[in-house]
């Protein structure tokens, strides 16, 4: 018996193996399976945006060439820099601030304003790969020059998302209701009003058991969201998030601004009230994980359908914002890599 026992512990753990590795392919194979679709995504928003500039260079019976050649010429561009310059790095403060506040909150009471600056803005260049490796960034940084532990900086990165997200679902949503017959009109083919409208109730829902939930670990003390990696949100009450929203709200408000002033000296002129319903939606669209924020494409075609060269406007926006971003996060990399790694030396 003792001699039979082993062995078939032996083959029910071959079996087991043999199962895992059955699936392992599978597994191994969905990022690349999941970069492949948002490639493919990506490739065909902009497939959409290049027929849609297209066809208006053939009414014209100009070529595309042509087409680009005359639109970027009647751009006033020093008036543009002017807009745009000034405005990346009141972003940058005002996000800086609002990550600054956070993690005071949660994670280190003695962090200063300016002590943040230099790896926030370093971020950004990690953040022109992905937000959220540039969220990983300043993780890190916490870690090593405040010791605040891994997960729990993590936490406060959630916190801020989550926060960035509801700012642009409750714009967005401003936007549906005061533009639901124009957005009724707009040839989406398919139902995004209703795939929207359904978005905002299900976060609205979520709101009230997001609170009862980490409020109810505060007592428990015990279960999955009582682990470090939902600290910050179990310690966050409802004025953290209303004061967040309130710190993150200027750069929104901006961004309305100056895109209203942009899309006018490309040649295109838009009242602030109808970007505010709008820019929202685009950014929301944005956020979506796709290459070269290729859905934020899509939506600026739909929402501006008389505006044929507004894919271009939307490339060149994007393009600028994340150069100044990287400029920014370059000038202070150096403060940066004298924090990290000043004791590794």
Known sequence: ???????????????????IDSKSPFKKNMPKFFKAITWGVAIFCFYLAYSKIQGSAESREISVLEFLSSFFANVDWVNWLLIM?????FFFLVDTH???????WFNAPELTYKSIMPIRASALILSIVSEQVGKGAMSLYLLRRYKVPGWEAVSTMIFLGICEIYQLLIFSSLGVLFYYEFLLEA??????????ISIFVFAALYVPIHF??????????????STSLFSSLRKADVHHYVLLLLFKAPNLL???????????LFGFDVAYAKM??????IFLAAALPL?????????????????????????????FFLSMNALIGLCFLPFVNKELFANDK
């Open 1 to 19: 018996m003792s001699v039979h026992k082993p062995k078939k512990a032996n083959y029910m753990d071959s079996e087991e193996e043999d199962s």
């Open 85 to 89: 310059t000034p405005y990346s790095m």
């Open 98 to 104: 609002a990550a600054w506040r956070a993690i005071r």
């Open 187 to 196: 040839d989406w083919g398919f139902p995004i009003i209703r795939i929207l």
């Open 212 to 225: 009862f939930i980490f409020n109810r670990m505060r007592e428990v003390g015990s279960g999955f969201f």
């Open 254 to 264: 901006g961004a309305v601004l100056v895109y209203s002033l942009a899309l006018s």
């Open 276 to 281: 505010l319903m709008f820019l929202p939606l």
């Open 291 to 319: 290459p070269f924020h290729a859905g934020a494409l899509v939506i600026w075609m739909l929402l501006f359908p008389e505006f044929p060269e507004v894919s271009i406007f939307s490339l060149v926006m994007h393009t």
